[in-house]
């Protein structure tokens, strides 16, 4: 569409007529999509919109039916390409008999340290060190994973992900489980990690207000890419307005801080 879109800087995702089918339906319906490297971008739609679908093809978990995925620049997602990944689920149901502390948890995240419980813990937090400071999970460190909130499980699990510096994180409705004053916090934290790492970082959301202050672009979808281009285009689109139709959380323009107004 626009001409930086068709500028020749390297994708990390591209998507090429995807179609899937499940139980019949047709859920994915020629999604083409381009994010290029190093962006910070927001993958958005309504509940049903296919999404997960989406994210599941990325992920290799999901075969098209037609179509292609090809991530960093090197082809259809496979054991290669995943290892230059990183994945961060909407949640991940713990048994509350889960015993590993966080240190251990991240500790086997890492081949290095995989093998290491019997090591000196000060040993185990330099190697994790980094990750572990951009996560703002130091405090928790000792704390068992199963005892932890969601805001501070999802801070986990993006810093585990770290760990094996991946040059694309796809990142499931980051703040599902996060409570609302926690919310901002978050974004920032993922903002920085991209800002620092360069990375390539894809949110997935249902509620674009939630992700537009950080996403250079979104991508808003509906069985197809529906719309896509800055926050701000794409949230005053009308093609938008009539697939998401009044469901949709409008764009609000002044709210940032704003507390006590539901912007409806
Ligand atoms: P989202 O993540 O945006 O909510 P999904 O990708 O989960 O969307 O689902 C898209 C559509 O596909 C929904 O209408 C859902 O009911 C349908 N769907 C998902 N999984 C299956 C399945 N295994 N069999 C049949 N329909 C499915």
Redesign the pocket.
């Known amino acids: 569409m626009d001409i930086a879109f068709r500028s020749q800087k390297p994708a990390a995702v591209e998507v090429q007529d995807l179609h899937v089918r ?4 047709p ?2 319906r020629g999604v083409n999509l381009r994010i290029e490297a190093g962006r910070m971008v927001a993958l958005i ?12 093809c990325l992920l290799g978990l999901q075969k098209p039916d037609s179509g292609s995925v090809r991530l960093l620049q090197e082809g259809p997602p496979g054991p290669g390409i995943l290892k230059r990944m990183g994945y961060v689920p909407q949640r991940l149901q713990l048994d509350p008999s889960f015993m590993l502390t966080v240190r251990e948890f991240l500790a086997i995240r890492r081949p290095l340290t995989a093998s290491w419980f019997w090591r000196p813990s000060r040993q185990i937090d330099a190697l994790l060190h980094e990750a572990v400071g951009e996560m703002d999970v130091t405090r928790l460190l000792d704390r068992p994973v199963a005892g932890l909130s969601g805001g501070q499980l999802q801070r986990v699990l993006i810093c585990s992900s770290l760990l094996n510096e991946p040059e694309l994180l796809l990142l499931d409705e980051p703040t599902a489980g996060v409570d609302t004053p926690g919310e901002a916090d978050f974004y920032e934290l993922i903002a920085e990690v991209h800002r620092r790492r360069g990375l390539t970082v894809v949110l ?1 959301s ?1 509620d674009l207000s939630m992700v537009y202050r950080h996403a250079s672009r979104v991508y808003a ?1 509906n ?1 197809v890419i529906c719309c896509e281009g800055a926050p701000e285009e794409v949230m005053n689109a009308e093609s938008l307005r009539q697939a998401y139709g009044i469901h949709f959380t409008p764009y609000q323009h002044q709210h940032p801080h704003s507390h006590g107004s539901h912007g409806h």
Not at 22 to 25: A, H
């Open positions: 499940l139980g019949g339906n859920v994915l739609g309504p509940n049903g919109s296919g999404k997960t679908t989406l994210l599941r997935v249902h979808l069985g």
